[in-house]
T-cell receptor
Framework: AQTVTQSQPEMSVQEAETVTLSCTYDTSESNYYLFWYKQPPSRQMILVIRQEAYKQQNATENRFSVNFQKAAKSFSLKISDSQLGDTAMYFC??????????FGAGTRLTVKP | GAVVSQHPSWVICKSGTSVKIECRSLDFQATTMFWYRQFPKQSLMLMATSNEGSKATYEQGVEKDKFLINHASLTLSTLTVTSAHPEDSSFYICSRPIPGTYNEQFFGPGTRLTVL
């Protein structure tokens, strides 16, 4: 079974600063996909960034980037120039090619003005 | 705009009654949809995979007779919580795969169920 671990239940960052959220996972699969989702107070799940395991290059989406270390099974999210609207729960997710998605426990991020 | 809708967004019911939650794919015919459960301040847990025209696939530990899933059309999947009890109170989220991608999912806005 695949497990996803987010070891930081809560984090805070000052507006405009950079923060990194950690995620590790355990799997015996060689082909898989990793995601970071944001869940704001509205509870709507929003995709932040995705990474295919076969790609060595780290994914980047504007202010969001990942540090994907396949051998270490680590997938951290870096948010640069943090904005107040980034305040939300962030979930790391693992997915096998058959669409079976597993989520970590989440990290509550608060961006302070 | 939204591509996955859920109805109702919030429902309160008495213990022992049954509640039906609808999940609609608004712009795509989905042969597969997913149902998740999220307890307060916790993560999403996959409950089952809804398959159009066939039986749902339930995750280990999820009671099939308790959580009835019907995927009668390519745009609608329903989750019925039968004989609901206070411990069934939770946030239920559905999703469907995004066509053209490997495995991304569009998530619905969720339904908050409170059982008194």
């Amino acid at each position: 079974a695949q497990t996803v671990t987010q070891s930081q239940p809560e984090m805070s960052v000052q507006e405009a600063e950079t923060v990194t959220l950690s995620c590790t996972y355990d799997t015996s699969e060689s082909n898989y996909y990793l995601f970071w989702y944001k869940q704001p107070p509205s509870r709507q799940m929003i995709l932040v960034i995705r990474q295919e395991a076969y790609k060595q290059q780290n994914a980047t989406e504007n202010r969001f980037s990942v540090n994907f270390q396949k051998a270490a099974k680590s997938f951290s999210l870096k948010i640069s120039d943090s904005q107040l609207g980034d305040t939300a729960m962030y979930f790391c997710a693992f997915m096998k090619p058959n669409n079976d998605m597993r989520f970590g426990a989440g990290t509550r991020l608060t961006v302070k003005p | 705009g939204a591509v996955v809708s859920q109805h109702p967004s919030w429902v309160i019911c008495k213990s022992g009654t049954s509640v039906k939650i609808e999940c609609r794919s608004l712009d795509f015919q989905a042969t597969t949809m997913f149902w998740y459960r999220q307890f307060p301040k916790q993560s999403l847990m996959l409950m089952a995979t809804s398959n159009e025209g066939s039986k749902a696939t339930y995750e280990q530990g999820v009671e099939k007779d308790k959580f009835l899933i019907n995927h009668a059309s390519l745009t609608l999947s329903t989750l019925t919580v039968t004989s609901a009890h206070p411990e069934d109170s939770s946030f239920y989220i559905c999703s469907r795969p995004i066509p053209g991608t490997y495995n991304e999912q569009f998530f619905g806005p969720g339904t908050r169920l409170t059982v008194l």
